[in-house]
């Protein structure tokens, strides 16, 4: 459910130092004295791709991947893009509405080569398998310029530690290989400003908070190191399967009524609606003598803003606000 299948063949720019899509201001610094963009480098999950200059056609494969390129307003050099998980909120709406949705799922190679591509983003590493676009060092030997989130790596080894300097870290890849460092590093202190904000109000604190992302014969639950832990311990709230490891596990529904949580965050997502998740709750008829299913005290929050990426940040106040007006109840 969270990987995604995408598949592409891509080809870096030629001539990427005449690459028209890049603004001047935003390419590179040229080497001293030669007159060329200095390469720019950049190595996740075990592999490096370098770019000569900023690409003009940007392939976005997932929410997460697109989200990132429109924060850092890079919406007038995507060729394409794919796959939502909800919506796009509306502060990047009408950017986004300006690039070509390739497919509404993951698109066909052909329809990806028909974009011309010249550089590949993607949130999960099932983009990069042989029955999809080929692996990225596949694509490398073929001049294809490739990123795949940290905290997407196929080997956990690699994979990033999951926390919002990991999602800055990722912000700060992107605008280096399009050159636009700095809008990085305003999101990053603009959300570092939001998480203390969020920190300061504590709206969770005394609450025990379940963390429901889809799911009826078993939960699948927010677990203990993952974007609803990351939330959670910003609003100060405990997370009812914070012991659990991951990011997200199935639970039981006896170890939810044992738990009885005080407030219950329910992901929205296309493929599996909060309000689809609150009926069930509401009911079923021993799930509805919850605690917090009795007090409706529910928090629908976007699937995008539960996982770790751009919008997590806005999950952690979106979150607070709607703790807050909650307190411990019998």
């Not at 201001?25 to 200095?38: E, L, M």
């Given at each position: ?5 995408a ?10 130092g ?76 009408a950017?986004?509405?300006?690039v ?32 999809v ?120 529904w ?6 009885d949580?005080?407030a ?51 999950g ?15």
């Amino acid at each position: 459910m969270r990987s995604g299948i995408a598949a592409v063949a891509l080809l870096l720019v030629g001539a990427l130092g005449a690459c028209t899509g890049a603004p001047e201001a935003d390419k590179p610094a040229a080497a001293a004295g030669s007159g060329h963009p200095t390469p720019v480098s950049v190595s996740r999950c075990g592999v490096t791709t370098t770019v000569t200059a900023p690409p003009a056609r940007l392939v976005t494969l997932n929410q997460g991947a697109t989200e990132v390129a429109l924060a850092l307003d890079l919406q007038t050099r995507m060729a394409g893009t794919a796959y939502l998980d909800d919506v796009v909120p509306a502060k990047w709406k009408a950017a986004y509405d300006t690039v070509p949705v390739l497919s509404e799922k993951y698109p066909s190679k052909e329809k990806l080569l028909a974009a011309r591509p010249d550089f590949l983003y993607a949130s999960y590493s099932s983009a990069f398998t042989d029955k999809v676009a080929g692996t990225r060092d596949e694509l490398g030997s073929q001049g294809i310029g490739t990123y795949l989130s940290p905290l997407g790596c196929a080997d956990g080894k690699q994979a990033a530690p999951v926390s919002f300097q990991a999602v800055w870290d990722e912000l700060g890849d992107i605008a280096q290989v399009f050159g636009v460092a700095p809008r990085a590093a305003a999101i990053r202190d603009a959300q570092q400003r939001q998480l203390a904000d969020v920190t300061a109000k504590s709206a969770g604190k005394g609450l025990n908070v379940l963390w429901y992302d889809s799911g009826t014969k078993t939960p699948y639950v927010g677990a203990g190191h993952g974007g609803p832990q990351l939330v959670l311990d910003a609003v100060g709230a405990r997370n009812v399967f914070d012991t659990l490891p991951g990011g997200w596990k199935n639970a039981s529904w006896e170890q939810v009524v044992a738990a009885d949580p005080d407030a219950i965050v329910v992901a929205d997502a296309g493929w599996d609606t909060a309000q689809s998740k609150i009926d069930y709750l509401e009911h079923d008829p021993v799930l509805s003598k919850l605690k917090a299913v009795r007090n409706r005290a529910f928090v629908v929050v976007p699937f995008s803003e539960s996982t770790p990426g751009v919008q997590l940040a806005d999950g952690a106040v979106r979150v607070s606000a709607a703790l807050s007006g909650l307190a411990p109840r019998p």
